[in-house]
């Protein structure tokens, strides 16, 4: 198959945003905004490092791909609207293959009315796919990392540590409970942008998307914020039967593991309640991890256990103070 029929097989037959001026076939595409911010991403993603065909389909590589992408634009408080794909094809790839990966794309681009407006196609020698995310938030309303502030309260929607448990059950022979749920959190993560879409008329929110672990996503916030989190180790939620897998790495992946794209973030006492309701409303899970110190402000990660607090490295480490 040449470039060129590949590029049609992939290309959309309409396109759903109206702010669209060009789509593919031209130089470059062409969009229109005049009351909006513009918040863009990108992410690479490379077969071996990223993922591995072991333990995704092709289709699963493409919907992960591009939930990663939307993820963060739910993290920003962003709609997502476009998103463009620069693609390297080994020889070792089927053109088919190829094709069921931008299926996966598509499928989920869909549920958020997005459109494939571009992209590159090279071959090379090892599969790898970047995704630009391009996506609109209402004029100074980002959600960015600095701005939490003290006496606020940490939250996080949904479960933690599924999708690890998911990639576990793949790479490890035998029985589970709830397989299927535990590695469909792993190939087909739900951003959460209507969530966040229907917290947009808060005046604040310190937001993070769960790609890395709460531990990593809080230390980012602290540290943006030049605040101190607290993590209350027993209000971390986790989802039936997580108790399955053993304890050292149950810790690992809820701390750690990250990939679940829940929301991570922190917001005013005040409008806790709000955030509640939303999320009831919005059918996502929320629940309160913790708070912001009052006080102190130096960018630092806590857990509390048992009463206990210890401070908590970017990575996951305890440290005895
Ligand atoms: P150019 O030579 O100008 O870079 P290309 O032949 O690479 O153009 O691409 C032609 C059109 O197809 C462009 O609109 C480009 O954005 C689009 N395109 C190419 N590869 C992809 C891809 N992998 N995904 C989406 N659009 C693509
Ligand atoms: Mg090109």
Redesign the pocket.
Known sequence: MD??T??NS??QNYYRQSTLIK???????VFRQVSNDIVTAVDTFVENIHFTRETMSAFSIGYRVLAANISDMAAMGAKPTFY????VIPQHWKIEEVQEI?RGMSYLSRKYKMD??????VSGKELSISISVIGYVKKGKARYRSLSKPGDIVFVTGTLGDSQAGLYILMNNGKYKNEEYFINRHQKPSPRIDFVQNLSHLDRLALNDVSDGIVSEAAEIANESQVNIILKSENIPTSKYFDQFPIQLQNKWKFSGGEDFEIFGTVAVDDWNDVKRTAYHSKVPVTKIGYVDTHEKQGKVFLKKDNKIKQISKQGYIHLK
């Open positions: 470039e060129f590949f590029i992939i290309k789509g593919i076939g031209d130089d470059a595409a463009l794909v620069s693609v931008f494939l407006i571009g992209g590159d196609t």
